[in-house]
């Protein structure tokens, strides 16, 4: 489940372009982003409480899968808003 939704949410953020993001498309991508969330604070719970080295392995790398998708969105809601706030800093500019 985890793996499923890091894909959709990389997917994701590897189609939509940040400036032209359909609402519908924003909101599942931030709905997927607590998600996983959620879903990697259950991982870190479990990491210590785990005896299987393989397992324990396979968790840390879903860890790290579940990082750098949200490494990705960052990146992504940064440029979103960035050019949001660029783009009304300059209609303001246009109508003084």
């Known amino acids: 489940m985890v793996s499923g939704n890091v894909r ?11 400036t032209q993001v359909e609402p519908a498309d924003l909101e599942l991508l931030q709905e997927l982003n607590r998600t996983c ?24 790398m879903i860890n790290d899968n579940l990082n750098n998708v949200f490494l990705r969105h960052e990146r992504f809601e940064r440029f979103r ?15 003084d």
């Not at 259950?42 to 840390?60: A, C, D, F, G």
């Not at 808003?81 to 300059?90: D, I, M, V, Y």
């Open 8 to 18: 959709v949410m990389s997917e994701m953020l590897t189609e939509l372009v940040p």
């Open 37 to 60: 969330r959620a879903m990697q604070q259950r991982i870190l719970e479990l990491i210590p409480r785990i005896s299987n080295e393989q397992l324990t392995e396979e968790l840390l």
């Open 81 to 95: 808003t960035g050019q949001t706030a660029k783009a009304s800093s300059e209609a303001e500019l246009a109508t």
